[in-house]
T-cell receptor
Framework: DTGVSQNPRHKITKRGQNVTFRCDPI?????LYWYRQTLGQGPEFLTY????????KSRLLSDRFSAERPKGSFSTLEIQRTEQGDSAMYLC????????????FGPGTRLTVL | EDQVTQSPEALRLQEGESSSLNCSYT??????LFWYRQDPGKGPEFLFT???AGEEKEKERLKATLTKKESFLHITAPKPEDSATYLC?????????????FGQGTELSVKP
C-alpha cells in the first residue's frame, strides 16, 4: 500500500495524559500536513512541514501540541496534558508541490479523552 | 478572512435523482479549489482540483464546476454507493502556504 498511513487508528486516554500519533506520508511527497476534524465539521488545519522544516502553525495549535518531522520522512504529533476538548479525528495528509498541490489524506487517528 | 460555506448541510436523494451541491468561498487569491469525498470513519478521498473560473472536471457520475465565487458538484443519476460526505476546500495564494480551508461538508444520502 503506497498511501498515507497513520498509527494508531484509535486512541482512548484519560484527561491529563500525553499521547503521540504517527504519520507516514507517501514516499516521494515532501509536504506533510496535520488537520483536526470534529463531528459534523470539515478538517481544520493545524500545521505543515516541507521536508523537515515546520513552515506554519495554526493559532488552534496550543502550547500543549507539538509536531516533528525528523529527516523529512514520517511525522509525529504529540498532545500533552490532554483535555476532553482534544477529542477529535486527527488527519495527516501529504503532497508533492510545486504549484497547486493535491493533498492525499490518511485514514486518521480517532482520539477519545475520558 | 478566507472562508468556505457549503450547502445544503444534508441532502437525501432517490437513486437516479440528479442534484447539485454548492460551495461558496471567499479567499485572498485562489490557487485551487478541491473536492473530496469522505466516508464515515475514514479520511477524505481526493476527487477534483479546479484552478480557474469556467473550468469543469468530470469523473463517473460527478461533475465539478467553478465560478469566481462558488463551485458546484453535480451528481447525475446517483447510486446508493455515492452516499458520503462531500467536502469542498480552497487553497489561497500569496504567502498562505499550502494549507486547505474546508467547508463543513454536505452529507449525501442516496436511497435505492
Amino acid at each position: 500500500d503506497t498511501g498515507v498511513s497513520q498509527n494508531p487508528r484509535h486512541k482512548i486516554t484519560k484527561r491529563g495524559q500525553n499521547v503521540t500519533f504517527r504519520c507516514d506520508p507517501i514516499s516521494e511527497h515532501n509536504r506533510l500536513y496535520w488537520y483536526r476534524q470534529t463531528l459534523g465539521q470539515g478538517p481544520e488545519f493545524l500545521t505543515y512541514f516541507q521536508n523537515e522544516a515546520q513552515l506554519e502553525k495554526s493559532r488552534l495549535l496550543s502550547d500543549r501540541f507539538s509536531a516533528e518531522r525528523p529527516k523529512g520522512s514520517f511525522s509525529t504529533l504529540e498532545i500533552q496534558r490532554t483535555e476532553q476538548g482534544d477529542s477529535a479525528m486527527y488527519l495527516c495528509a501529504s503532497s508533492f508541490p510545486p504549484g497547486v498541490d493535491e493533498q492525499f489524506f490518511g485514514p486518521g487517528t480517532r482520539l477519545t479523552v475520558l | 478572512e478566507d472562508q468556505v460555506t457549503q450547502s445544503p448541510e444534508a441532502l437525501r436523494l432517490q437513486e437516479g435523482e440528479s442534484s447539485s451541491l454548492n460551495c461558496s468561498y471567499t479567499v485572498s487569491g485562489l490557487r485551487g479549489l478541491f473536492w473530496y469525498r469522505q466516508d464515515p470513519g475514514k479520511g477524505p478521498e481526493f476527487l477534483f482540483t479546479l484552478y480557474s473560473a469556467g473550468e469543469e472536471k468530470e469523473k463517473e457520475r460527478l461533475k465539478a464546476t467553478l465560478t469566481k465565487k462558488e463551485s458546484f458538484l453535480h451528481i447525475t443519476a446517483p447510486k446508493p454507493e455515492d452516499s458520503a460526505t462531500y467536502l469542498c476546500a480552497v487553497q489561497a495564494g500569496g504567502n498562505q502556504g499550502g494549507k486547505l480551508i474546508f467547508g463543513q461538508g454536505t452529507e449525501l444520502s442516496v436511497k435505492p
